[in-house]
């Protein structure tokens, strides 16, 4: 089905434009910051190594998944609502205690995204952009 054929993939709202975006740039971020951890794992000696492993690749796993979430979320698959607003809670529950601590710029660059986010999920845009179940148009 081309987008001639169905105008709500044709248009989408802004807000699906920067949730997507949001959710690639922290997917990109989550990447750098798992180049910068193996960069550090092999060039000094870990107090666990196993635990610094599983730590890098659970790291480039979850990146790698907000990549995928961003992209679906974009096509409009419903199942993508769910996944950012669990990842955006994380990102608040780690942003509120580095406020905590007296660093309030990455306290911030993490609240603000993720408070956009979960506010703009919740927009009647948002919820008819994401109400697909499958890539053909008929849906049983």
Same mark, same amino acid.
């Given at each position: 089905?081309?987008?001639? =054929?169905?105008?709500?993939?044709? =248009?989408?709202?802004?807000?699906?434009?920067?949730?997507?975006?949001?959710?690639? +740039?922290?997917? *990109?971020?989550?990447?750098?910051?798992?180049?910068? $951890?193996?960069? =550090? *794992?092999?060039?000094?000696?870990?107090?666990?190594?196993?635990?610094?492993?599983?730590?890098?690749?659970?790291?480039?796993?979850?990146?790698?998944?907000?990549?995928?979430?961003?992209?679906?979320?974009?096509?409009? $698959?419903?199942?993508?609502?769910?996944?950012?607003?669990?990842?955006?809670?994380?990102?608040?529950? +780690?942003?509120?205690?580095?406020? =905590?601590?007296?660093?309030?710029?990455?306290?911030?660059?993490? +609240?603000?995204?993720?408070?956009?986010?979960?506010? +703009?999920?919740?927009?009647?845009?948002?919820?008819?952009?994401?109400?697909?179940?499958?890539?053909?148009?008929?849906?049983?």
């Amino acid at each position: 089905m081309s987008t001639s =054929q169905n105008p709500r993939r044709a =248009q989408r709202a802004p807000a699906v434009f920067i949730i997507s975006a949001v959710l690639v +740039l922290e997917a *990109l971020c989550l990447l750098g910051f798992a180049a910068w $951890y193996g960069y =550090q *794992l092999a060039t000094s000696a870990p107090l666990s190594l196993g635990g610094a492993v599983f730590t890098l690749v659970f790291a480039v796993a979850l990146a790698v998944w907000l990549l995928v979430v961003g992209h679906f979320f974009f096509r409009g $698959y419903r199942w993508t609502r769910s996944a950012a607003l669990v990842w955006q809670l994380f990102v608040v529950i +780690l942003a509120v205690p580095t406020l =905590q601590a007296g660093l309030i710029l990455p306290g911030l660059v993490l +609240l603000l995204p993720a408070a956009a986010v979960l506010l +703009l999920l919740f927009t009647k845009p948002v919820l008819e952009h994401t109400s697909r179940l499958t890539d053909s148009g008929k849906t049983f």
